[in-house]
């Protein structure tokens, strides 16, 4: 079973910056797949939302919230996917996660905490 694990999280003051990690080790990375990674967030008392995404042509999309400030990035060498935040917010407190999605293939992890302090 492909397993979805994220990490970097933390506590960082506000306009700190922060790197999360998403390793699927079993996960086929090739040019072609996974399809798409995202990163997802999710704060308290709040839906989940769509941060960022990469695509298997390496096309990145963000949130308006984050654009300018939060950069996605793939290795398929590495089976990573990693999001770079800078300038951080209070606003960008939450539990990050990552999605793979490839054809049928919907994986989630199991997240990591970010906790911007102002």
């Known amino acids: 079973q492909v397993q979805v694990v994220e990490s970097g999280g933390g506590l960082v003051p506000a306009g700190g910056s922060l790197r999360l990690s998403c390793v699927a080790p079993?996960?086929?990375?090739?040019?072609?797949?996974?399809?798409?990674v995202n990163w997802y967030r999710q704060a308290p008392g709040k839906q989940r939302e769509l941060v960022a995404s990469?695509?298997?042509?390496?096309?990145?999309n963000y949130a308006d919230a984050v654009k300018g400030r939060f950069t996605i990035s793939r290795n398929n060498s590495r089976k990573t996917v990693y999001l770079q935040m800078n300038s951080l917010k209070s606003d960008d407190t939450g539990h990050y996660y990552c999605?793979?999605?490839?054809?049928?293939?919907?994986?989630w992890g199991q997240g990591t905490q970010v906790t911007v302090s102002s």
């Open positions: 999605n793979l999605v490839d054809g049928g293939t919907d994986l």
């Open positions: 079993r996960m086929i990375y090739s040019v072609y797949s996974p399809k798409t």
């Open positions: 990469i695509d298997s042509r390496f096309v990145e």
